[in-house]
Nanobody, 121 residues
Framework: QVQLAESGGGLVQAGGSLRLSCAASGRTFSTYAMGWFRQAAGKGRERVAAISGSGGTTHYAASVKGRFTISRDNAKNTVYLQMNSLKPEDTAVYYC??????????????WGQGTQVTVSS
């Protein structure tokens, strides 16, 4: 089992950057695909980025491709989401999640508590 805790959210102006971190417990972190999801107020949850256990494969939603970068440090049991050129529509609660299956299909069974990202115009 994996326990996840996000950090790094906050308020930023449009065009700015933030780096989210997700620290994981457990000794098998490198066997899990990891994803970053977001949910804006009144909207459904969207997966914005995912990364394989080794870090060799990544996938991005079209809405963030070229602006966000997912990475992981398995020695530190941490996954990151670097967010650049932020837009007001990126405002949401961001969650990290872990999957023992495919980074594309999941299922993502383990979830953090979320961190708020607010982008002002």
């Amino acid at each position: 089992q994996v326990q996840l805790a996000e950090s790094g959210g906050g308020l930023v102006q449009a065009g700015g950057s933030l780096r989210l971190s997700c620290a994981a417990s457990g000794r098998t972190f490198s066997t899990y695909a990891m994803g970053w999801f977001r949910q804006a107020a009144g909207k459904g949850r969207e997966r914005v980025a995912a990364i394989s256990g080794s870090g060799g494969t990544t996938h991005y939603a079209a809405s963030v491709k070229g602006r966000f970068t997912i990475s992981r440090d398995n020695a530190k049991n941490t996954v990151y989401l670097q967010m650049n050129s932020l837009k007001p529509e990126d405002t949401a609660v961001y969650y990290c999640a872990g999957s023992g299956g495919s980074l594309y299909l999941g299922p993502y069974d383990y979830w953090g508590q979320g961190t708020q990202v607010t982008v002002s115009s």
